[in-house]
T-cell receptor, first 112, second 111 residues
Framework: NAGVTQTPKFQVLKTGQSMTLQCAQD?????MSWYRQDPGMGLRLIHY???????DQGEVPNGYNVSRSTTEDFPLRLLSAAPSQTSVYFC???????????FGQGTRLTVV | AQSVTQLDSQVPVFEEAPVELRCNYS??????LFWYVQYPNQGLQLLLK??????LVESINGFEAEFNKSQTSFHLRKPSVHISDTAEYFC?????????FGKGTRLHILP
């Protein structure tokens, strides 16, 4: 049972490049979410999904897209990377009504 | 919308001394409350949670937290810390399937 798996673990992008952060869970959780972690800011919710085909915006959605075609996968897309998106990104999943969330190990992204 | 306030960004404490990490949340009819821990260069792990019932909840490694509805607080305590407790601790509240985090408290254990 792998839990929540994020890939890649580290990534360096140039400004303007695009990429997709992958997130997969094998616990059949309905709810999945993406957070970014910045020093002194805690974790801020970017986007979330309550099931396949349903996504919604969190606190800081600008510059990010998501889709949820299957229960297991919830990729996060950066269409045109900016230095302000340098951060550590965490994916999390839980049962609908949770309440407890399970986190991946994180992706450390640097945009230069 | 719910919000979580962690009053201290950093807490230094000597090894084997007691510690309290403070957390307050905005009021609601009912809440689920959590403490997550993040060890250096790792993801977040659930430390303990309050869902209902007894207001005092404990973790397997000696931490405890008490839900205080009148003060809207969920402070985390440990009677004697160890160097292995060095980490960042996040208080969180659940709202409509979303989990809202505080800004975190970095616990520094001094030898």
């Amino acid at each position: 049972n792998a839990g929540v798996t994020q890939t890649p673990k580290f990534q360096v992008l140039k400004t303007g490049q695009s990429m997709t952060l992958q997130c997969a869970q094998d616990m059949n959780h309905e709810y999945m979410s993406w957070y970014r972690q910045d020093p002194g800011m805690g974790l801020r919710l970017i986007h979330y999904s309550v099931g396949a085909g349903i996504t919604d915006q969190g606190e800081v959605p600008n510059g990010y897209n998501v889709s949820r075609s299957t229960t297991e996968d919830f990729p996060l897309r950066l269409l045109s990377a900016a230095p302000s998106q340098t951060s550590v990104y965490f994916c999390a999943s839980s049962y609908r009504g949770g309440p407890e969330a399970f986190f991946g190990q994180g992706t450390r992204l640097t945009v230069v | 919308a719910q919000s979580v306030t962690q009053l201290d960004s950093q807490v230094p404490v000597f090894e084997e001394a007691p510690v309290e990490l403070r957390c307050n949340y905005s009021s609601s009819v009912s809440v689920y409350l959590f403490w997550y821990v993040q060890y250096p260069n790792q993801g977040l792990q659930l430390l303990l949670k309050y869902l209902s019932g007894s207001t005092l909840v404990e973790s397997i490694n000696g931490f405890e937290a008490e839900f205080n509805k009148s003060q809207t607080s969920f402070h985390l305590r440990k009677p004697s810390v160890h160097i292995s407790d060095t980490a960042e601790y996040f208080c969180a509240v659940s709202e409509d399937d979303k989990i809202i985090f505080g800004k975190g408290t970095r616990l520094h254990i001094l030898p």
